[in-house]
Structure formats: structure tokens, C-alpha cells
């Protein structure tokens, strides 16, 4: 290395050694689950994901289309075939929410991050710089963390999406007033309620249709393709608590779902009695079948091998944190909208 007057003293390699010079950091890949049955929005969503996002080529998306044949979503040819991957099931065939959440995540191929979302969501503008930021943020002391939220809602108006705002920051959850455990299953019902906070806020529950987190959950977190529908997110929260993942609400998740569409048809749930008579496994049977398995996780700690409870944390230490007993069928004010001061 040849030094000219004014240069300023360097380092002088050793014979035969090369200057090292820091590569640049690779872009983060986001890898989108997105579980779809006979939704007319599904188009809607990719398309919204993918133009509002800061860095569309990142992105990845996991599609799992239950429908008819005659029903099946058309692309255009500006998509990329390497972005989006596809698994196709006739809607007589499907098995429910789980199943289909758990079947694309078969479809991840390790991409840095995961989010699961439902087919009717809206994305706001760099939606995908803002859940990066946060990551980022809550890493360093929460390397496992989960956001998740149940976002605000959104309407179609004149075809065009409008959202209305419940909280512009957090919308944390908690147990709602009226839920109890009953005698033959443990799901409970949650609400999200506003809480002052321009930073995430720590929670006990999962919003299933809203689940963002690095791409390591697919393989520590795997989705449970035995359980239904209800229940779902209590099994994963618990789940992710017991195995060492700590949950946050995000203020101003920068999407919106699709609750009710006034004026409009409802939207073809698996569950609704339209085709049950023409399945080969009916929605009754799946739901019953679940409702045996929550209550053994939930309620016993049955060992589910993979889709079970960790033991990084116990169901006593979950009781406390949140104020949901499991094992003693007791919810404390703690676990309700008291714990926010309402």
C-alpha cells in the first residue's frame, strides 16, 4: 500500500492479507401468510400489501385459496411468480381457519419475518417500514416478540376503503365483561380496548387475522392444524408465553380489517351450513374435535408435542401476568379493562 504525501497513516496489511471492507446489509424479506376461504377481498389484500408497501420487492406471500374452481383469484403478470406462492383447495376440501394458517406456513421459506393476516385487510402507506421499526426497537430486550393487535376497522364506500379509528395508538386486549368459562370449553371472548401509549404495549392475547414476528415462530410456534376456529388465539398466546415469547400491542398498527360490510351480502365462512351436507368432514365435527383439544391444552397442559405448552414459563406464572387461571377456571379484574384503569 502506497502512502502520498498528506495521506493519513493507516494500518499496514501484513503480507498477503486483503483489506476487509463491510459488506452492506442485506434487506429484510417479509414473508405474508395469508389464509383465504371464498373471500372476494382476497385480490384486494394482496394488491393493498404489496402497492403500500415502502420496499414491495421484499415481500413474500404464503397463499392458502379455499374456493371453487370457478372462484379462483386471477393475477395479473406483473407479479412476480417468485413473491407469491400458492396452495389451492377446493372449498369442500377445507378444514377450517387453523388448518389453513398451518398449511401456509408450510409455504415460508425462511424469510426474516412472518406476519399473518386475514384475506379483507387494508394496509397503509410504508406499513411495512413502521412493523420493522418497532422490531427493531423491542429486539434488543424481547429477541422473541410478537405484535399483534386487532386492528381498526375498515369499510368499502362507493369500492373504495375507509377506515374508521377507534384508537389512533394502542388497541390493547383484554377478557371481555361478560365472558366466563364455561362448564364444556374453555374459549373466552376478547375486545380490544384504546390505551394511551406511543409505544408497544405489553399484552397477554393474539389477534389470529393480525400477527406479525421474526421469521423464527414457524418453527418454534408452529400453528396448530387440529384446533378450529374459537380458541385459536387463547391456544397460541399461551403457547407463546409458556415458550418464551413475549406478546406487545403496537400503537397505530398500520392496517385495517374488514369486520361487517353494511348493505352487503355476508362473507362465506366455513362454518355456515351452505355446503356442510357436500363435505366429507363436517364444521360441527372439526369444532367439536377442537373444543376437546383446547380444553385439554388450556385447561389439563396436555403434552401436544410440538403444537403443546413450553417450559420456558409455567401456567401459574401466565396466571399471574395476566390474570387468566387456566387451571383454577378463574379470570381476575386484572385480566378485563380494570387492567388499563377503565
Known amino acids: ?17 486483503a483489506i476487509t471492507r463491510t459488506a452492506p446489509r442485506p434487506r429484510p424479506t417479509i414473508f405474508i401468510s395469508v389464509a383465504s376461504y371464498c373471500d372476494p377481498m382476497l385480490g384486494f389484500t394482496l394488491r393493498s400489501a404489496y402497492s403500500q408497501a415502502a420496499d414491495p420487492s421484499r415481500l413474500r406471500f404464503g397463499v392458502v385459496e379455499q374456493a371453487l374452481p370457478q372462484q379462483r383469484l386471477q393475477l395479473g403478470a406483473q407479479w412476480a411468480c417468485e413473491q407469491i406462492r400458492w396452495l389451492r383447495v377446493h372449498a369442500l376440501e377445507a378444514r377450517g381457519p387453523c388448518w389453513a394458517r398451518a398449511a401456509a406456513m408450510g409455504l415460508y421459506q425462511g424469510e426474516d419475518w412472518y406476519f399473518q393476516i386475514d384475506s379483507h385487510t387494508w394496509f397503509e402507506p410504508g406499513w411495512d417500514e ?7 426497537q ?7 416478540h410478537l405484535l399483534s393487535c386487532y386492528p381498526n376497522p375498515f369499510t368499502l364506500v362507493d369500492g373504495h376503503p375507509s377506515a374508521t379509528v ?5 388497541l390493547a386486549h383484554v377478557v371481555a365483561d361478560e365472558a366466563q368459562f364455561d362448564a364444556a370449553h374453555p374459549v373466552l371472548m376478547f375486545h380490544g380496548v384504546p390505551v394511551a401509549s406511543t409505544a408497544p404495549v405489553p399484552g397477554f392475547h393474539i389477534g389470529a387475522g393480525c400477527l406479525w414476528a ?3 415462530i414457524v418453527d418454534e410456534l408452529p400453528y396448530d392444524p387440529f384446533l378450529y376456529f374459537h380458541g385459536e388465539e387463547q391456544a397460541m398466546a399461551l403457547r407463546a408465553f409458556t415458550r418464551g415469547w413475549d406478546i406487545f400491542h403496537p400503537p397505530a398498527m398500520p392496517v385495517y380489517h374488514l369486520y361487517h360490510q353494511a348493505g352487503a351480502a355476508p362473507r362465506p365462512l366455513h362454518w355456515t351450513p351452505e355446503m ?8 360441527a365435527q372439526l369444532a367439536d374435535a377442537a373444543n376437546r383439544r383446547l380444553a385439554a391444552l388450556l385447561w389439563q397442559g396436555a403434552d401436544l408435542g410440538a403444537y403443546g405448552l413450553g417450559t420456558a414459563r409455567s401456567l401459574e406464572e401466565f396466571a399471574s401476568f395476566s390474570g387468566i387461571d387456566y387451571a383454577g377456571r378463574r379470570i381476575a379484574a386484572s385480566a378485563r379493562k380494570q387492567r388499563f384503569g377503565y
Open 138 to 144: 423491542l429486539a434488543a430486550h424481547h429477541p422473541r
Open 166 to 170: 377507534v384508537s389512533a395508538q394502542v
Open 214 to 216: 421474526p421469521g423464527r
Open 276 to 283: 356442510d351436507a357436500q363435505r366429507t368432514v363436517r364444521s
Open 1 to 17: 500500500m502506497n502512502l502520498h504525501p498528506g495521506d493519513p497513516p493507516g494500518p499496514i496489511p501484513s503480507p498477503g492479507s
Open 130 to 136: 413502521r412493523l420493522l421499526a418497532w422490531s427493531r
